[in-house]
């Protein structure tokens, strides 16, 4: 009881704070920086165009983290027994075949939005992540947690370094993107880390090898 | 209208709260993880009301899908442990 209160009245003190101070002095953020230069990124969306264009590099970096991650849990040692799944219910026998199609469709929309309006690689990728952990809960299996999943699964930070990797030999910087090319790299960007993010979060969730 | 979202937002921010010092409760992890989980649904309404929607549906998918579902795990593994 007495962390608890030390802590509530702390983090209620320090919310009060910050409350107060950021809405009584102006602070003069890089929004209308990225705003002035929202043409030039090839999308419309400023959350967009600062995740995969300005600051692509923290990007690539966050990815990778993910793949690290996925490495480090699939280099655990599975456990001594078997999983074996429950037999779903019934509301997941009926909702699941129903929900598949809404659910690709979904993380199209999100993915293809994603340059205009709130959407992108993670949300759509989450999408596909959710649908993969119903259909482990159901069946059939969606037979990810082989070589091919895992390889999925590396194929979005990879992708990604090839296409700075491309970019750096042309002759612009590293992840530069050519004028022309800008919101398709993007969007080809986004679409393969959508199923490699995908696939990572749900190996993570439901387990990164089949069980010995 | 705006006396209604304000009252919302007002009850949203006491539910966080409540629901962040229940879950810090220790009396039992099932609880504490489920306390978890509605914290996270909260807090994804949290960064709607704020105007986030990439944000908020990135606190949905981290906050709830992949925070709990790897607690619940886990304690799923650690009965099975004690248990067989």
């Known amino acids: 009881m007495g962390a608890r209160a030390v802590l509530a009245v702390l983090a209620i003190a320090l919310t009060g704070w910050l409350a107060v101070h950021l809405t009584s002095t102006p602070v003069a953020g890089l929004g209308q920086q990225v705003d002035a230069h929202l043409h030039a990124s090839g999308v419309a ?10 600051r692509a590099l923290d990007t690539l970096y966050e990815v990778s983290v993910l793949a690290v991650a ?7 040692e599975p456990t001594r027994q078997p999983r074996v799944p429950p037999s779903p219910g019934p509301l997941l026998v009926w909702l699941v075949p129903r929900l598949t199609p809404v659910m690709l469709l979904l993380a199209g929309y999100l993915w293809w939005a994603g340059s205009t309006r709130p ?19 159901k069946g ?16 979005g930070p990879l992708w990604f370094l090839l296409v700075g990797s491309a970019t750096a030999l042309a002759g612009s910087a590293f992840l530069q993107y050519p004028d022309a090319w800008v919101k398709t ?5 986004e679409g393969v880390l959508t199923a490699a993010i995908g696939v990572t979060l749900a190996l993570l969730a439901g387990g990164g090898r089949r069980q010995a | 209208m705006a006396a209604v979202s304000a009252a919302f937002d007002l009850v949203l921010a006491a539910l966080l709260a409540l629901t962040a010092w229940l879950a810090l ?10 306390l978890a989980l509605a914290f996270g649904l909260l807090l994804t309404l949290a960064w709607v009301r704020l105007g ?33």
């Open chain 1, 45 to 54: 969306s400023p959350i967009t165009a600062v995740l995969l264009n300005f």
């Open chain 1, 140 to 155: 059939p299996d969606p037979g990810l947690q082989g070589r091919g999943g895992h390889a999925l699964a590396m194929a």
């Open chain 2, 52 to 84: 986030a929607a990439d944000l908020a549906l990135a606190e949905a998918v981290l906050g709830t899908g992949v925070t709990v579902v790897l607690l619940i795990e886990l304690l799923a593994r650690l009965r099975g442990k004690t248990r067989g």
């Open chain 2, 25 to 34: 409760d220790g009396r039992g992890l099932i609880r504490t993880v489920m």
């Open chain 1, 185 to 189: 790299l993007i969007l080809t960007v």
């Open chain 1, 119 to 137: 959407g992108g690689a993670f949300q759509a990728g989450a999408t596909i992540a959710g649908l993969l952990l119903l259909l482990a809960l």
């Open chain 1, 70 to 76: 996925l490495i480090a849990t699939l280099s655990l």
